[in-house]
């Protein structure tokens, strides 16, 4: 224990930058357990879609989604929903699946929606770079 003190008194910066980096990653972790949505892989959607007729919402821009999306995705850019939550009513009592291009952004829709009472949000992990990654479909229109 006191070569562990030495240790830190001898690197002071080094023993602040882990513990920041300890704490930022603890907070990531614990913030995504909290979260009211789970995250899903590629093969998990297409089982949420098969078994239980998912919705899949693309939160892009329309142009984005005009380049390619996962096939029978419904577009509603993340500008729509802070102001639309008639449009997100729709969705009560389905299985609703969020994807963005990364997977990170599409966290907000998720947010809003479980905000606006949808209980079954899922955030497609990876967005639609990983579903890509995965060699899946997509449709261009």
């Not at 995504?32 to 919402?57: D, G, I, R, Y």
């Not at 008639?86 to 829709?109: D, R, W």
């Not at 905000?115 to 997509?138: C, Y």
């Amino acid at each position: 224990m006191a070569q562990l003190f030495e240790f830190i008194g001898n690197h002071l910066i080094l023993s602040l930058a882990f513990m920041s980096v300890f704490f930022f990653l603890m907070m990531t972790l614990m913030n995504e357990k909290m979260q009211a949505f789970k995250n899903v892989t590629s093969n998990e959607l297409t089982q949420l879609v098969n078994h239980k007729n998912a919705v899949v919402v693309d939160t892009r821009s329309v142009d984005a989604f005009k380049q390619g999306h996962i096939v029978n995705a419904l577009n509603i850019p993340l500008s729509d929903f802070s102001n639309n939550t008639a449009k997100l009513q729709e969705f009560k009592g389905k299985t609703v699946i969020a994807y963005c291009p990364n997977g990170i952004t599409s966290k907000s829709a998720c947010k809003h929606m479980t905000n606006a009472g949808i209980e079954n949000v899922f955030n497609l992990s990876g967005g639609i770079n990983g579903w890509i990654n995965d060699k899946l479909p997509i449709v261009k229109k």
